[in-house]
């Protein structure tokens, strides 16, 4: 590491597209968190603080600390310091959840720039992702209750567990339904989850707020899962700025593929699923393939489900302040998915 690097400062960059006409009533909290973020460089070691504000300097839309923002919404009042310092601890665990992802994927970018295990290899990147983890665990453990201790702690754990067992999937053309949507509640839809919970709790919200709001971000996190898979497959990388294709080239079997697989007839599945598990598939043949057999609407259509599913978790609430704050939420990446399906997605929400 050279002495320029060294020097690195967190420099944070305007909101992704999209995401920017969403955060406009929390943009002030935002600012406050990516302030709070860029304090606690120091209270990292020396050789790691480059590290640690490279990461930091792109982090990307900040959907889990927005849920926690708006979980916790209260009619335009600022956010406490307890809800900025929850959305530091879900932020610091989703970037190191990210560190390690870039590593078992071989992605060269994330959000337009080299990812960590790019720029410094992949056992700089271990480290980094686990040193995170830690950090954040202690900023959780600085709060007068051991709820949100215990909450994130727990939610840690199935992030982690979520991500092993895609790793004993990868290659594994034969996993099913069940077991991809088991990963992706674990991987993704868990800190979804967690984000809104803590943000409720914080704010005093009741019992069943609390677990209303945790249920509508967790189907967030699922549908939002599914968007990326599709993003993956379909979406161009100069717009995404990250690596992009990485399922398929890492043996990860997604909600299209899978269900391009289950459509199939049983002797043209068996050849497809050698070749993805051999990795010799022809990608973009089979991409116009898929676009044929409409299995990519039927992942809309799933994708539309979802998203239903979440909104109906609300339903019970609609004159509570966070309500409207968080379904926009749903709306953001309702809007993302229709740019791959611009003439007919359906209004959902």
Known sequence: ??????????????????????????????????????????????????????????SGKKIRPILVFYAGWLDDEA???????????????????????????????????????????????????DALFAHALKLASDFDTVEVCRAVSEATRQVCSGEIAQTFARGDAGISLAAYYRMIDLKTAELFAVSAKIGAYLRGGSPD?????????????????????????????????????????????????????????EAESMVLRQELTSNVVDVEVLIERMKCSGIFDQVRRIFEVRLKEADARLLPYEGHAAVGAMRTLGRFIQVAMERYFPDDMGKVL
Do not use: C, W
Not at 14 to 31: F, H, Q, W
Not at 98 to 114: C, F, K, Y
Not at 222 to 239: F, N, P
């Open 1 to 58: 590491m050279n002495q320029s690097e060294a020097a690195y400062s967190v420099k944070t960059e305007k909101r992704p597209e999209g995401i920017a006409a969403i955060t406009g009533p929390i943009e002030s909290d935002l600012i406050r968190l990516e302030r709070y973020l860029e304090s606690q460089v120091s209270a990292f070691e020396p050789e790691v603080q480059p590290l640690v504000a490279y990461t930091l300097g792109h």
């Open 79 to 129: 956010a406490s310091e307890a809800l900025i310092r929850s959305a530091a601890v879900v932020e610091l665990i989703h970037l190191a959840t990210l560190v390690h992802d870039d590593i078992l994927d071989s992605a060269e970018l994330r959000h337009r720039m080299p990812t960590v295990s790019a720029k410094h290899g992949a056992d700089i990147a271990v480290l980094l992702g």
């Open 209 to 265: 707020f609390v677990e209303a709001v945790s249920g509508y971000a967790r189907a967030l996190g699922i549908a939002y899962q599914i968007y990326d898979d599709i993003a993956d497959i379909l979406g161009a990388e100069e717009r995404a700025g990250k690596t992009l294709g990485t399922d398929l080239g890492s043996g990860k079997f997604t909600l299209p593929i899978l269900l391009y697989l289950e459509q199939l007839p």
